[in-house]
């Protein structure tokens, strides 16, 4: 047998195999035949999470919660923790706000916010005074949820702060006076996330200054565990000499993975230093989580019913009923 370009064709032997078209796969397989829910990487069975519950309503605080999301090291997950606890609450039925403190503007960018250089935001707020209520933004996906964005112009902060009177507290000022006028036109904020750079420069004192709680996110690896007594050592220091009802309130542990002894051994040793912060649910590594930032979205929004997005919403409800059960005061 002979090809049409005149080279001898291969000759495929019959193996007495049906021939299968593309066209006539059925539903729920691969065109390869492998059977639905499985994986052929890794011939793991996939199963779907289960969806979150609809209509959930987490109970209000007795006052506004001002929490400060800090750990001056990098990449362990606070601005991802700050915005989807932030989302899950909103979704909740709480009024929340997220004060964006990092001039890298993640916050804003995963709350759908324009932050471009030049945008009104928080530099404005904490350097030039202007109130939070002429820069703050509702977020266009979760209705309860608005945003004091950061551009790029907040890196010159810590600079522009050094010549300013009263330079730790300018945040707390403008907050007190935000937080007064929501109350007064019967909008009480119940949440305030400050989502702080990854340092322990003015940025994040004003934060400390600002903030009655600290929420900690503790990446499940060891380097993350080092930076964490400067970090204590740094808020003892504020709450002596400038804002006495600062404490930790609550940490998150992130990137969990429970195939990993380092992950286990991680969360055992920071549960055993504090017990009574750490709380029960640990995040997962989660590609989810990662992706939706690129889509201007949280996880609570992109796939809530994935295992980070539910992940959240455990956590939201844990300092929810921490707060009641305290009277408020977790």
Not at 99 to 128: K, R
Not at 155 to 171: H, T, Y
Request: charged share 20%; with cysteine.
């Amino acid at each position: 047998m002979v090809s049409d370009g005149g080279q001898p064709a291969t000759v495929v032997p019959d193996l007495g195999w049906p021939e299968r078209r593309r066209d006539d796969v059925p539903r729920g397989t691969s065109p390869i035949g492998w059977p639905a829910g499985i994986d052929p990487t890794g011939r793991m069975p996939a199963v779907d999470p289960p969806a979150p519950p609809a209509g959930l309503t987490l109970p209000a605080p007795d006052r506004t919660r001002v929490v400060a999301v800090t750990n001056q090291k990098g990449g362990v997950g606070k601005t991802t923790t700050a915005v989807n606890v932030a989302a899950a609450l909103a979704q909740g039925g709480r009024r929340v706000l997220v004060v964006d403190l990092d001039p890298q503007g993640n916050a804003s960018t995963a709350l759908s916010i324009e932050h471009a250089e030049g945008t009104p935001g928080v530099y404005e707020v904490i350097v030039g005074g202007a109130a939070i209520s002429d820069v703050v933004r509702a977020s266009p996906e979760i209705e309860g949820l608005s945003v004091v964005p950061a551009s790029i112009d907040l890196a010159g902060a810590e600079v522009d702060l050094v010549s300013l009177v009263a330079r730790e507290s300018r945040l707390n000022r403008a907050l007190t006076a935000y937080l007064a006028e929501q109350e007064d036109s019967d909008q009480r904020v119940d949440y305030v996330f400050v989502d702080c750079p990854p340092s322990l420069g003015l940025l994040t004192v004003n934060a400390l200054v600002a903030g009655k709680e600290i929420l900690i996110p503790i990446q499940c690896e060891y380097y993350a565990l080092e930076g964490v007594g400067q970090l204590l050592r740094t808020v003892d220091m504020v709450r002596t000499h400038l804002n006495p009802d600062l404490r930790v309130s609550t940490i998150v542990l992130t990137m969990h993975d429970a195939r990993t002894r380092l992950s286990s051994g991680v969360a055992d040793e920071v549960r055993a230093h504090f017990p009574d912060q750490v709380l029960r649910t640990a995040i997962p590594r989660s590609v989810r989580i990662s992706e939706a930032p690129s889509y201007g979205q949280t996880v609570m929004t992109y796939d809530a019913s994935s295992s980070g997005a539910l992940s959240y919403l455990e956590v939201a409800r844990e300092m929810a009923a921490r707060g009641v059960t305290a009277g408020g005061t977790p």
